[in-house]
């Protein structure tokens, strides 16, 4: 049977393996690595980039930490169990250039005192300039690791995070989504530590499908030139990413809520956002196009 | 009896008088007007002046909506009874020049279908760098208009700012504080206008403090030097008032609940706001010193 030990071990390394190959990649930035310790109980490691070639600021965090559950977090979860354990990697990067995207990742397993657990996570991608080519191939690469689980995994994830990743008060998605799944747990709650396993493997396979995700387009988009009017875009698009993880991100509300690390939870905020007021894109413009493509329900694939 | 009408009409001269005021001082920028329509009832002006001489971007609102309270609304103002007419002046003002404060005022009026009725509002300041010469004075200024009236609003009004305007995940307050008060309403609650009249004196008292105070700060700190190291700490600091408005602050959330115009709501936030993972200032220095004074329960007269 896999314990949490086992889970949050896996999830150590990959953090580790995911910094080293961002390192990599961007050529320039160091992730620095910080240990720190929560007073009611576990702790993380916080990984954050700044300055580097490609990334502007970006962070790889993980924790593992248990207590109690403060009544309001029992009531959101609808559980009536104060004891928990949680443990997950969490990833935002922020990029220089506007012409490569905005990346979120998350993937975490929750256990209660009484045994009972869950997993979930999920990607989702932020284009300051969105495109139909770039969002379908991202889009597949998330189904191809979703499809050697369960062939009903992509479409309703993906409708998930269309849900999940939205921006009511603006009325528009957060980016061009992606996948997000929670509460994942096995259906036979006897002895079938296969079912568990494979939840596990799962998590573990949407873990590493980021790397190569977030590689492939530091590659093709980093090296691309940028107007200064391009660069505004970018800062406004980063404003939105501001309101969505202040206002609706519930990781966010959890981390707050629980008296969490507060320079490891806000690191996904952006190094610069700006807000001008009602900027509204000229009809036709790529800002434009890019506001028409942040839509619940388009189907990429 | 002064009614609903009279109020917002005194109110709208108000926000008139205070763009004025503001436009004179800074001698460049000028305040836009928009006029909106809301469309469950009622509307707003919204005036907004960007890329002023001393003001980068500041927004004085004024709105008077009515209709249905959504029910989690109802709830948070702990009230039965749907029906809402509300009215009231919105003041954020950014700066350019860190050494200058920005500062916030509010002045409402809340009318429910059953005829109860209140006041509420406040003026805070959040300097950005702080100092307690410049606090004393302007919490002198605050405690004058409220000795005006009652002299147990002063103490009572800015132990209510220190616990309104603070940010828990940062355990530091937003600013220097100032006065908040909310649910002002007559004791007497029989045909006593003279009481009504009293509130609302008040009220218009505070809204009336708001320019003198907020021209004080312009002439005085506006024309001083600063470095890049000291833009940089504003940043910083807009980007605590960024988490503050989107985590904390009711009256964003009333907007947002309420489907207000987001533009008119948002105005709040700064042109540009950043985040660097884990900034420290040095001990002894200017932006320590500031961190030490932004602690709830300072008399600072």
């Known amino acids: ?25 961007d050529g320039e930035g160091k992730f620095t690595v910080e240990k720190w310790e929560r007073e009611e109980g576990g ?13 502007e600021k970006g962070g790889v965090n993980f924790s593992a930490v248990h207590g109690k559950l403060p009544e309001n977090i029992q009531k959101a979860l609808k559980v009536s169990e104060p004891g928990f354990f949680a443990t997950g990697v ?30 979930g996570g999920g990607i989702d991608l932020t284009p300051h300039y969105a ?15 979703c499809d050697k ?12 995070a269309d849900d999940y990743f939205f921006i009511p008060h603006r009325n528009e998605t957060r980016g061009i989504g992606g996948i997000f799944f929670d509460r994942l747990t096995a259906e036979n709650k006897g002895e079938d530590a296969g079912e568990k396993q494979k939840l596990f493997d799962f998590l573990i396979a949407v873990g ?46 959890f981390g707050l809520d629980t008296n969490g ?24 413009s790529a800002e434009s196009t890019t506001l028409n493509l942040l839509k619940k329900g388009i189907e990429w694939i």
């Open 1 to 25: 049977m896999i314990t949490k030990e086992n889970i949050s071990d896996r999830l150590t390394e990959l953090q580790e393996s995911i910094c080293s190959a961002l390192e990599k990649e």
């Open 43 to 55: 702790g993380g490691i916080t990984r954050i980039l700044q300055h580097g070639n490609v990334i």
């Open 90 to 119: 969490s990833i935002v990067i922020h990029p220089s250039n506007p012409m490569v995207p905005i990346i979120h990742m998350n993937v975490r397993y929750f256990e209660l005192g009484n045994g009972e657990y869950w997993f």
């Open 131 to 145: 495109n139909v080519e770039d969002a379908r191939w991202f889009h597949s690469q998330l189904k191809n690791t």
């Open 149 to 160: 689980f369960e062939s009903s995994y992509y479409p309703k994830f993906k409708n998930w």
């Open 208 to 253: 590493e499908t980021f790397a190569p995700i977030y590689l492939h387009f530091m590659q093709s988009k980093s090296k691309l030139k940028f107007s200064e009017a391009e660069k505004k875009w970018q800062l406004i698009r980063r404003g939105r990413y501001v309101e969505f993880n202040l206002v609706y991100d519930k990781g966010t509300k």
């Open 261 to 284: 690390r507060i320079e490891s939870i806000l690191m996904s905020l952006p190094e610069q956002a700006n807000w001008f007021y009602n900027h509204v894109p000229e009809a036709g």
